[in-house]
Nanobody
């Protein structure tokens, strides 16, 4: 059974930092892309960042570019999201996602590009 388990969320003041982690298990993810999405109350789930298997392709949403950094450790089947200069607008539930198959060099930007999802971790940024 495939599982994606996020951790690292919490409450932080504006301007602060958090590091999210997502550990994947239950199958091999060789070649698969992984990504982070977020969903604020009353809004649709939106793309934050993605990373290809080789980590050479890392797309970001414009709203987080320059503040967030995605990375992965393939030996641990884990993806990370380092979030700096956090803003109240970043408040949301953050979800980790992974593809079932992969092209090794690509990571998608939409919900439909991903097959597996974690339960989410809450990030709250106070002003």
């Amino acid at each position: 059974q495939v599982q994606l388990v996020e951790s690292g969320g919490g409450l932080v003041q504006a301007g602060g930092s958090l590091r999210l982690s997502c550990a994947a298990s239950g199958r091999t993810f060789t070649g698969c892309a992984m990504g982070w999405f977020r969903q604020a109350p009353g809004k649709e789930r939106e793309f934050v960042a993605g990373i290809s298997w080789t980590a050479n392709y890392t797309p970001y949403a414009d709203s987080v570019k320059g503040r967030f950094t995605i990375s992965r450790d393939n030996a641990k089947n884990t993806v990370y999201l380092q979030m700096n200069s956090l803003e109240p607008e970043d408040t949301a539930v953050y979800y980790c996602a992974a593809t079932r198959t992969g092209s090794y060099y690509y990571a998608g930007r939409v919900v439909g590009d991903y097959d597996y999802w974690g339960q989410g971790t809450q990030v709250t940024v106070s002003s």
